[in-house]
T-cell receptor, first 119, second 114 residues
Framework: GAVVSQHPSRVICKSGTSVKIECRSLDFQATTMFWYRQFPKQSLMLMATSNEGSKATYEQGVEKDKFLINHASLTLSTLTVTSAHPEDSSFYIC???????????????FGEGSRLTVL | QQQVKQSPQSLIVQKGGISIINCAYENTAFDYFPWYQQFPGKGPALLIAIRPDVSEKKEGRFTISFNKSAKQFSLHIMDSQPGDSATYFCAASKGGTGRRALTFGSGTRLQVQP
């Protein structure tokens, strides 16, 4: 099946610094990628929808100036957490949708997630 | 507003037993209902999905039952195994093929005891 790769898988940073997380579709082109955040023992909450070549669409309550999303190519989207604070510590997961459907279900493929810890 | 409600929050099943997880949705525009399995520290992986034009779908030990009138769907895991111990999420989206973003349920932590 299709593979979505996230990097880094774990990152620890100091409060006030910025952290970039990459999401790559390895064997398909993704016109749309979704970024989710998951706190411990909780569900995945959609943060934003990233469309290649255009501005991301953010969900209500998500600060677009804090969580910068760039989708510069059909295989790469990045999430930058700017001026990170301890409350931003979470598990960030991306998912990607294929440009051309190869399966009838139109499956979204998820990355392995990136664990951010802000000290 | 919680659009997809999932229960139970946690579930303990003996090996070989049947695990049943239920979800209910509110938005009648949803037309794609997948179930995901997530192990600690990993991203979710698709288990099985269903569209509202069928009432049941089976893949191996996993079965989705769908009740459109009640706006409910459930996951049945037959012959549950310790390796099935994970968190399970139901989800829903609109757009016919899961192209839109998924709305997830709150998750069910399943523990299968040997």
């Amino acid at each position: 099946g299709a593979v979505v790769s996230q990097h880094p898988s774990r990152v620890i940073c100091k409060s006030g610094t910025s952290v970039k997380i990459e999401c790559r579709s390895l064997d398909f082109q993704a016109t749309t990628m979704f970024w989710y955040r998951q706190f411990p023992k909780q569900s995945l909450m959609l943060m934003a929808t990233s469309n290649e070549g255009s501005k991301a669409t953010y969900e209500q309550g998500v600060e677009k100036d804090k969580f910068l999303i760039n989708h510069a190519s059909l295989t790469l989207s990045t999430l930058t957490v700017t001026s990170a604070h301890p409350e931003d510590s979470s598990f960030y997961i991306c998912s990607a949708r294929e440009r051309d459907l190869r399966s009838n279900t139109g499956e979204l493929f998820f990355g392995e997630g990136s664990r951010l810890t802000v000290l | 507003q919680q659009q997809v409600k999932q229960s139970p929050q946690s579930l303990i099943v003996q090996k070989g037993g049947i695990s049943i997880i239920n979800c209910a949705y509110e938005n009648t525009a949803f037309d794609y209902f997948p179930w995901y399995q997530q192990f600690p520290g990993k991203g979710p992986a698709l288990l099985i999905a269903i569209r509202p034009d069928v009432s049941e779908k089976k893949e191996g030990r996993f079965t989705i039952s769908f009740n459109k009138s009640a706006k409910q769907f459930s996951l049945h895991i037959m012959d549950s195994q310790p390796g099935d111990s994970a968190t399970y999420f139901c989800a829903a989206s609109k757009g016919g093929t899961g192209r839109r973003a998924l709305t997830f349920g709150s998750g069910t932590r399943l523990q299968v005891q040997p």
